[in-house]
C-alpha cells in the first residue's frame, strides 16, 4: 500500500486513468471490427464507407498514446491493403483461411559421413 499522501493520489489516479486507457481500446477494436465485418461482408462501397468513418478513431487513440503511431498506421494500411484487394469475394488477407493438411514429405537419405582428414603437422 502507498504510504504518503502523494503515493495514494497517484495510486488513485493510476485506476481511474487505466479505466479510461481501457475504454479508449475497447472502441479500437471495436472500430476495426467493423471495418473487418464490412470486408468480409463483400461489399467494396460499404467497406470504404466503414474504413473513411473508423479511421480517425483509430488516429485519435494513436494520438493519445493509448497504441503506438506505428501500429496505427500498420492497422489502417492492412485495412486499406484488404479493401483495395477486393472484387467480390473475401481477399485472403482478412478471411480465415484454413490450411490444407500437408502431405508427409519422403524421408530425407543421409549422406555417407565424411572421411577425417589427417591431423596437421605443428610448425616449430
Known sequence: MANTAQARKRARQAVKQRAHNA??????????????????????????AAFSENVSVIDRIADKNIIHKNKASRHKSRLNAAIKAMSGEVPVAV?????????????AVKAAPKAKAAPKAKTV
Open 23 to 48: 475504454s479508449l481500446r475497447s472502441t479500437l477494436r471495436t472500430a476495426i471490427k467493423k471495418i473487418i465485418k464490412a470486408v468480409e461482408g463483400g461489399d467494396k462501397a460499404a467497406a470504404a
Open 95 to 107: 478471411a480465415k483461411v484454413k490450411a490444407a493438411p500437408k502431405a508427409k514429405a519422403a524421408p
